[in-house]
């Protein structure tokens, strides 16, 4: 008996060290694959803008790239645009946010589920449906705006108007009434209990959804370069146009440099105003308020004007030139997609729709793999400071991926990953990788709210009751996670899909991807290719469209939307 009692403990022990070297092991693995596809990358990207061609640190490459007037035009055209694009969404979306999430009306979750559509959209295909839209022969072409600044500050609104009407609206949905209702008690107008109560407790939300679209805004990528071409450059398409067109690396790497600092100071803001909104948030139960006109004519009105004007007719006008060849109604441009058109290519569409769904399952699966580890491993509590330390820092490393855009992705890959013992260029998993890397911090958010949710006592009782840690892990914390594995997927699936940046500058001409060969298309000349680029946008929009739908149905109530 006494034999048996030493073996247990012994055993016991063993265990625990197989356990904890599993851990280390998959956390080995993860980070491993974080220095790998994004840390070395990065930090070879940084150190090319610090040498010269023969290798020789110097701040020469620098400061010529500085002295360039064309440099600092590009700099204040991104943040003015982007300035300019977020004030917009700000403007327009919060007037949505009270009629979409506070306000009771019939038709009201519809909408919502409608207004969030632009938001999953391919970037390439925004694009492409402005400039459809805003075409000499397009339905607003009598403006005059095809081509120009004003027309990609639109295209941008229309593409981040749902993050302000959802991330102001959840927290509004959430502010305890009784605030405002104690202030109209003591004789405060509508107006003011807005302007002293509602505002005040909406500022972190607010701040947080502006340092997002600001970042969205300032890295947009295949909007710029469909809409605005090398007129109206910002940070990002120069990045890839000094890349591909000039074979100019060290000046690219300068500007990815100014980029990088631009999305560190928004990401910082991001999450200090994301901290202060979880302060912000009352207790009370969410209580949708009547209908009112006098209070609610005036952001419904607005909300229907956005709704019609910036979000419906430059996708309904997508549709439409689809279905047009010539004057005439027809399935013409989608029969063409068979083949190539006059642009080149040596794959056809359909092809490249095989290509992007064979990548983004690959990528889906290597990023929700990863996704899952990571989550498991944030959800962690250690008990020393130093381990709660190291868990915030493996925090912070895993979200920089979803701060840093996909070209600077893309470019550190193309400079990087090019010789022994990784030499990628010619491997097609280098596309996959890319997309994985943009999608994990997605997978990660998604996942870890339910996961840190386990009440500890849960799996204490368990242990207490002599369950392994392999129970504990298999029966409370893998169902748990499980919850939010549909939404994680999709999110990862469409992103995978839609994925622009980074594909085009990893993509083979003999692997393209959807997203790359309407890209092509739009930019050669001929009515078929054009008409074939609308058809395959509009396949593109559809695919993605539905899987975020299906996904979002699976949505756990703990995760918030951004």
Not at 49 to 66: I, K, L, R, Y
Not at 147 to 176: K, M, P
Request: charged share 10%; aromatic share 8%; proline share 6%.
């Amino acid at each position: 008996m006494r034999a048996a009692t030493r073996r247990q403990p012994h055993s016991g022990r063993t265990g625990m060290r197989l356990w904890r070297a599993c851990w280390v092991l998959a956390g080995a693995v993860a980070l491993g694959f974080l220095v790998i596809f994004f840390a070395a990358p990065a930090a070879n990207l940084i150190a090319k803008g610090f040498v010269d061609e023969a290798g020789n640190p110097t701040w020469q490459v620098m400061a010529s790239t500085f002295e360039s007037s064309r440099t600092w035009r590009i700099i204040r055209f991104t943040l003015g645009q982007a300035g300019l694009g977020t004030a917009l969404c700000l403007l327009l979306g919060i007037p949505g946010a009270h009629l979409l999430y506070r306000v009771r009306w019939p038709g009201r979750t519809v909408a919502r589920g409608l207004v969030s559509v632009p938001f999953v959209l391919p970037t390439v295909v925004v694009g492409v449906a402005f400039r459809t839209l805003l075409a000499s022969n397009g339905r607003l072409g009598f403006l005059g705006l095809d081509g120009s600044w004003q027309a990609i500050t639109a295209a941008l609104v229309f593409f981040n108007y749902s993050v302000v009407v959802r991330t102001v609206g959840s927290t509004w949905s959430q502010l305890d009434p009784r605030r405002g209702e104690a202030a109209a008690a003591l004789g405060a107008s509508p107006a003011r209990v807005f302007r002293t109560v509602t505002l005040p407790a909406l500022g972190p939300a607010i701040a947080s959804a502006a340092s997002v679209v600001f970042l969205f805004c300032a890295s947009a990528f295949g909007v710029v370069l469909v809409m605005g071409g090398t007129k109206y450059s910002t940070l990002e398409t120069e990045i890839y146009l000094q890349t591909v067109e000039f074979l100019d690396l060290p000046t690219a790497s300068s500007l990815a440099i100014v980029q990088l600092l631009v999305v560190a100071l928004c990401l910082y803001l991001s999450g200090c105003a994301q901290h202060r909104m979880q302060r912000s948030l009352g207790s009370a139960t969410p209580r949708l308020l009547p209908f009112r006109p006098r209070r609610d004519l005036g952001p419904a009105l607005l909300t229907v004007l956005v709704a019609v004007l910036l979000l419906l007719a430059p996708v309904l006008t997508l549709v439409e030139r689809s279905l047009r060849v010539g004057e005439n109604w027809s399935l013409g441009n989608y029969r063409a997609l068979g083949g190539v058109g006059d642009s080149g290519m040596i794959v056809s569409v359909w092809q490249a729709l095989g290509n992007s769904l064979t990548t983004a399952v690959q990528a889906t699966v290597l990023a929700v793999g990863l996704g899952v580890i990571v989550a498991l491993l944030l959800s962690r509590r250690p008990a020393s400071r130093w381990g709660r330390a190291g868990r915030s820092l493996a925090d912070g490393l895993f979200m920089l991926p979803l701060g840093v855009s996909a070209v600077t992705v893309g470019f550190g890959f193309l400079i990087t990953l090019d010789r022994p013992p990784l030499d990628l260029r010619s491997s097609p998993i280098l596309v996959p990788i890319a997309q994985a890397m943009v999608a994990i911090p997605l997978v990660v958010r998604v996942l870890l709210p339910s996961v840190r949710g386990i009440d500890p006592r849960q799996q204490e009782a368990a242990a207490a009751l002599g369950a392994a840690p392999w129970r504990v892990l298999g029966t409370i914390d893998l169902p748990v996670l499980g919850r939010g594995l549909g939404l994680a997927v999709g999110f990862a699936f469409s992103t995978s899909l839609g994925e622009f940046g980074a594909t085009s500058f990893l993509s083979r001409p003999d692997h393209m991807t959807l997203p790359v060969a309407i890209g092509r298309l739009i930019s050669q000349p001929g009515a078929q290719n054009y008409g074939m680029a609308m058809a395959a946008s509009v396949i593109l929009a559809a695919m993605t469209v539905i899987v975020m739908s299906v996904a979002e149905t699976m949505r756990p109530g703990e995760v918030t939307p951004w």
